[in-house]
């Protein structure tokens, strides 16, 4: 057989024991001279075992690699170095100067612009619907044979290091992926160099290889990963103009001719939980995975057993789905845009919304906040970041999602924060001075104190003059335990719950796409600056009629630039809300007190011709401390006397509702659930008691008193919850899922309550 032969026959292999069976027949697969290391090194695995940790994010990999080999096609096509100043210097603007793509964003193209540049990247998937295959297919520049081992198959060589429209510059050839092909870790390579690029060294040859793990031998440490080669050590090769490779009409998957480009199949992948019709999920997690893409990508169902109207689908990236989906899914007026700069270093956040009964999961998983750049996610912080104390969104944990725009990162700040598989992030400090700055504006957002107010309002609000009997007793129980009164007098303590005003009708707010204005709300001018303790931040507001997203939306985003005495500072954070933009800035380093300092704020955007301009002046000021209030001390709070009048320093008593069994689905109970805790985002805590708890409704059978058993049950669930409120405000972990504890714990003690609260107070002393 041929070498096109032996390639057509590993392209329709859909298993690794196909692939096995035709290299064993040819006599390769046991003869170690067709073998190479991959890499040239013989210790590679320490390198390519050390990569994405899913098998999700490993295919993103091979993903971003065919969108880099799309745009270095067209860059050397029309014979740019792209390694120069007169080629792109950006991803977006590579997009937009090669695909006419407006700032390099896919929300500004059609849908079926989209799908016409989609044909250059194709994801299909064939095989079997258990241990599926997948194959990467690209009409990017392609690589000659004798290239292969340089490129493709090379490991830490600095290949796109200095080409600055690119996303693959850590050079690992995508390895990531094949810790997650079947038992040998098999895929196969195919590729050409496109004619059109006018090479020296160009062969017009096909060039293909199967790279594959090898087990350790004799005294070898760990396995290896080597790649097929002819007996004279080099890429095997053969003459022909094209070759089927491209899908045709379903089922069928290699059909259409491809006349260059690179061809990649992963056999037997093990993607999980991602295995149904390449359309639903897969494209899903994807689009989550590349929030923002750069080119799209074609995918193509060609398993058998798959039914649906519909075979092949466009990834456009998250935020597109997003944006088409807004109407549907998103709560009114979201998303916003914010600015943050840390470190000299700025970031664009998009926040949105879900609304109540969206369906996230088709847009997220456990993603509370992504960071991306160029488009790709590159880590995520769960969302239990939103349940922190310092955060008090538990209402909203899983509506809210943040996408964090880190493109104009640094290189030494992008390499400090990420890891080079672009899946996880550092713990350092950079880390925490984002999250910090994230939980601020994530608990200071008007739209979400608003939005979670109006939540809470459906879930407890008409309720809470019910529960104010059962309060009162818990409160007076503890008053007259000294044990549980010293146990709880110091601890949590709160205000009212929440306002409530009629919040159930948030007012849809109607911006302008493009601003119209963008004023202070007050002047301060150097006769009269506004005053700022040199140790903290200064916060302004300015009017406009922008819409939330202008400054972080895909299609003509606004821009928003600050300098002081003329020079861009950095540490500030901008947060645009139905017409309000707040800046938080802190003062210059080097500041002293009584300095005024002339700041000048520019927000513009490609249709304004004249941007708008505001000056204004900050008096620095001696320092500030921040006082707190000694444990215990009562404090009256404003508002006049009356029977609702609280101190600020009660007790921090929870609100406390009886749930039943109809609504069990909204509180995720079963029969067995005792109690469910959600912070109010207030400094208090909302109590939820299933009292058609299986072990509760047991012994209220036949028993002559079943309120007071009922009260019981109440009481002793409501103080086993301040008894675990009170040990988890000490833990130091901010992640910790409190709710999910007081869940366990709650569940596992219910069978215990009545019986022990019944009996153990009948004992005696013998």
């Known amino acids: 057989m041929d070498n096109k032969g032996i390639c057509l026959d590993l392209v329709n292999a859909d298993s690794e024991q196909e692939v096995i069976s035709i290299l064993d027949n040819l006599g390769f697969w046991e003869d170690p001279k067709y073998w190479r290391y991959y890499g040239d090194k013989e210790n590679n695995f320490s390198t390519i075992g050390n990569q994405q940790s899913s098998a999700d994010t490993a295919l993103v990999e091979k993903l971003v690699n065919s969108v880099d080999a799309v745009l270095m096609r067209e860059c050397l096509r029309s014979g740019i170095d792209p390694e120069s100043l007169d080629g792109p210097q950006s991803v977006e603007s590579a997009a937009e100067d090669f695909f006419g793509i407006k700032n390099g964003r896919l929300a500004n193209l059609n849908a079926m612009s989209r799908t016409k540049i989609a044909e250059n990247i194709c994801l299909v998937a064939t095989g079997s619907t258990k241990r599926p295959c997948y194959s990467i297919i690209d009409k990017g520049e392609g690589q000659s044979p004798l290239k292969l081992p340089e490129?493709?198959?090379?490991?830490?060589?600095?290949?796109?290091?200095?080409?600055?429209?690119?996303?693959?510059?850590?050079?690992?050839?995508?390895?990531?992926?094949?810790?997650?092909?079947?038992?040998?870790?098999?895929?196969?390579?195919?590729?050409?160099?496109?004619?059109?690029?006018?090479?020296?060294?160009n062969e017009n040859l096909w060039g293909f290889t199967v790279i594959r793990k090898e087990p350790p031998k004799g005294n070898m440490k760990s396995?290896?990963?080597?790649?097929?080669?002819?007996?004279?050590?080099?890429?095997?090769?053969?003459?022909?103009?094209?070759?089927?490779?491209?899908?045709?009409?379903?089922?069928?998957?290699?059909?259409?001719?491809?006349?260059?480009?690179?061809?990649?199949?992963?056999?037997?992948?093990?993607?999980?939980?991602?295995?149904?019709?390449?359309?639903?999920?897969?494209?899903?997690?994807?689009?989550?995975?590349?929030?923002?893409?750069?080119?799209?990508?074609?995918?193509?169902?060609?398993?058998?057993?798959?039914?649906?109207?519909?075979?092949?689908?466009?990834?456009?990236?998250?935020?597109?789905?997003?944006?088409?989906?807004?109407?549907?899914?998103?709560?009114?007026?979201?998303?916003?845009?914010?600015?943050?700069?840390?470190?000299?270093?700025?970031?664009?956040?998009?926040?949105?919304?879900?609304?109540?009964d969206a369906n996230v999961k088709n847009y997220k998983k456990n993603e509370g906040i992504i960071f991306t750049i160029n488009g790709q996610s590159h880590g995520y912080i769960p969302t239990s970041f939103f349940r922190r104390k310092s955060v008090g969104m538990t209402y909203l944990r899983d509506s809210i999602f943040i996408i964090v725009d880190c493109t104009d990162f640094d290189r030494a700040t992008t390499e400090k924060l990420f890891m080079n598989s672009r899946d996880r992030l550092r713990n350092n400090d950079i880390k925490k001075e984002?999250?910090?700055?994230?939980?601020?504006?994530?608990?200071?957002?008007?739209?979400?104190?608003?939005?979670?107010?109006?939540?809470?309002?459906?879930?407890?609000?008409?309720?809470?003059?019910?529960?104010?009997?059962?309060?009162?007793?818990?409160?007076?129980?503890?008053?007259?335990?000294?044990?549980?009164?010293?146990?709880?007098?110091?601890?949590?303590?709160?205000?009212?719950?929440?306002?409530?005003?009629?919040?159930?009708?948030?007012?849809?707010?109607?911006?302008?796409?493009?601003?119209?204005?963008?004023?202070?709300?007050?002047?301060?001018?150097?006769?009269?600056?506004?005053?700022?303790?040199?140790?903290?931040?200064?916060?302004?507001?300015?009017?406009?009629?922008?819409?939330?997203?202008?400054?972080?939306?895909?299609?003509?985003?606004?821009?928003?630039?600050?300098?002081?005495?003329?020079?861009?500072?950095?540490?500030?954070?901008?947060?645009?809300?139905?017409?309000?933009?707040?800046?938080?800035?802190?003062?210059?380093?080097?500041?002293?007190?009584?300095?005024?300092?002339?700041?000048?704020?520019?927000?513009?955007?490609?249709?304004?011709?004249?941007?708008?301009?505001?000056?204004?002046?900050?008096?620095?000021?001696?320092?500030?401390?921040?006082?707190?209030?000694?444990?215990?001390?009562?404090?009256?709070?404003?508002?006049?006397?009356?029977?609702?009048?609280?101190?600020s320093q009660m007790l921090a008593m929870p609100e406390v509702q009886e749930i039943n069994k109809e609504k069990w689905e909204s509180h995720q109970f079963n029969k067995e659930s005792g109690l469910s805790v959600l912070d109010n985002g207030e400094g208090g805590y909302d109590f939820f008691i299933n009292m058609d708890n299986l072990y509760l409704l047991a012994e209220l059978k036949n028993k002559p008193e079943p309120d007071i058993l009922k009260s019981q049950y109440k009481f002793g669930m409501v103080l086993i919850g301040l008894g675990l409120l009170n040990s988890f405000e000490k833990e130091e972990d901010k992640d910790i899922d409190i709710d999910k504890q007081i869940r366990k714990v709650s569940q596992a003690i219910a069978p215990m309550l009545l019986p022990m609260i019944n009996n153990l107070g009948k004992l005696q002393a013998e």
């Open 151 to 201: 490129t493709f198959l090379s490991l830490n060589d600095s290949n796109k290091l200095r080409i600055p429209f690119v996303q693959g510059k850590f050079n690992m050839g995508s390895t990531g992926s094949l810790q997650f092909c079947g038992e040998n870790n098999l895929q196969l390579l195919i590729s050409k160099r496109d004619p059109q690029i006018g090479d020296i060294d």
């Open 434 to 647: 984002i999250e910090s700055e994230l939980e601020n504006l994530v608990k200071n957002h008007r739209g979400l104190k608003e939005l979670r107010e109006k939540r809470r309002r459906e879930e407890i609000g008409e309720k809470l003059e019910d529960s104010k009997p059962l309060k009162n007793m818990i409160e007076d129980i503890i008053r007259k335990t000294p044990t549980l009164n010293s146990l709880f007098v110091t601890g949590n303590r709160i205000n009212n719950p929440f306002n409530l005003e009629d919040t159930g009708n948030i007012r849809e707010y109607e911006g302008k796409e493009y601003p119209t204005y963008f004023k202070l709300t007050k002047e301060f001018n150097e006769d009269k600056p506004k005053h700022c303790p040199i140790n903290h931040k200064f916060r302004l507001k300015f009017e406009t009629d922008a819409l939330n997203d202008y400054f972080s939306r895909d299609t003509y985003p606004g821009s928003f630039e600050i300098k002081c005495f003329g020079q861009k500072i950095d540490g500030h954070r901008l947060n645009l809300w139905n017409g309000i933009a707040t800046l938080t800035c802190p003062l210059p380093e080097n500041t002293d007190v009584g300095d005024i300092i002339k700041y000048e704020v520019k927000v513009f955007d490609e249709l304004n011709m004249d941007p708008f301009i505001n000056e204004f002046n900050i008096l620095a000021d001696k320092e500030a401390n921040k006082t707190k209030g000694k444990p215990g001390k009562r404090v009256s709070p404003p508002g006049g006397k009356g029977k609702n009048r609280q101190t």
């Open 223 to 356: 396995s290896t990963f080597k790649y097929l080669v002819n007996d004279e050590n080099n890429i095997l090769s053969f003459e022909s103009k094209n070759l089927p490779l491209f899908p045709g009409k379903h089922p069928e998957a290699y059909v259409k001719p491809m006349e260059w480009g690179t061809f990649i199949k992963l056999y037997d992948y093990d993607i999980q939980s991602y295995k149904s019709n390449i359309n639903f999920d897969l494209n899903y997690r994807l689009s989550l995975l590349l929030p923002s893409l750069t080119l799209p990508i074609r995918l193509f169902e060609r398993r058998l057993g798959y039914k649906g109207h519909s075979f092949e689908s466009t990834i456009s990236g998250l935020t597109v789905r997003l944006e088409e989906d807004k109407r549907k899914n998103m709560e009114k007026n979201f998303p916003s845009s914010d600015i943050i700069s840390i470190k000299g270093q700025e970031m664009k956040v998009q926040l949105y919304a879900f609304k109540k």
